[in-house]
Nanobody, 123 residues
Framework: QVQVVESGGGLVQAGGSLRLSCVAS????????MAWFRQAPGKEREFVAA???????IYGDSVKGRFTISRDNAKNTVYLQMNSLKAEDTANYYC?????????????????WGQGTQVTVSS
């Protein structure tokens, strides 16, 4: 079992930046692919970014060039640096862990989820 806890959400003006953090505990952190998803009210959960055990990453089209995912295996933590934020980035952001072997954008493939952290971007 893995426990995942997000933090760092808040209110920011359009064009600003935020950094989200996600701490995973309970099993060896390096066993997991880690990812961020987001969900806005009335919309489906959307893939944001994923990072492999070795540090490779993939991004959703809507955040490419603006968001960066990273991980610190010594701290069991994955980060999401969000720059040039837009009003349409407003959502609840979720961290997820996947014990599989390849990165995926499909939420159903992820085994463990946090409760989410709210990001609100004012225009």
């Amino acid at each position: 079992q893995v426990q995942v806890v997000e933090s760092g959400g808040g209110l920011v003006q359009a064009g600003g930046s935020l950094r989200l953090s996600c701490v995973a505990s309970g099993r060896t952190f390096t066993r997991y692919i880690m990812a961020w998803f987001r969900q806005a009210p009335g919309k489906e959960r959307e893939f944001v970014a994923a990072i492999s055990r070795s540090g490779g990453s993939i991004y959703g089209d809507s955040v490419k060039g603006r968001f960066t995912i990273s991980r610190d295996n010594a701290k069991n933590t994955v980060y999401l640096q969000m720059n040039s934020l837009k009003a349409e980035d407003t959502a609840n952001y979720y961290c997820a862990a996947d014990a599989g072997w390849t990165m995926t954008t499909t939420s159903g493939e992820y085994d463990y989820w946090g409760q989410g952290t709210q990001v609100t971007v004012s225009s």
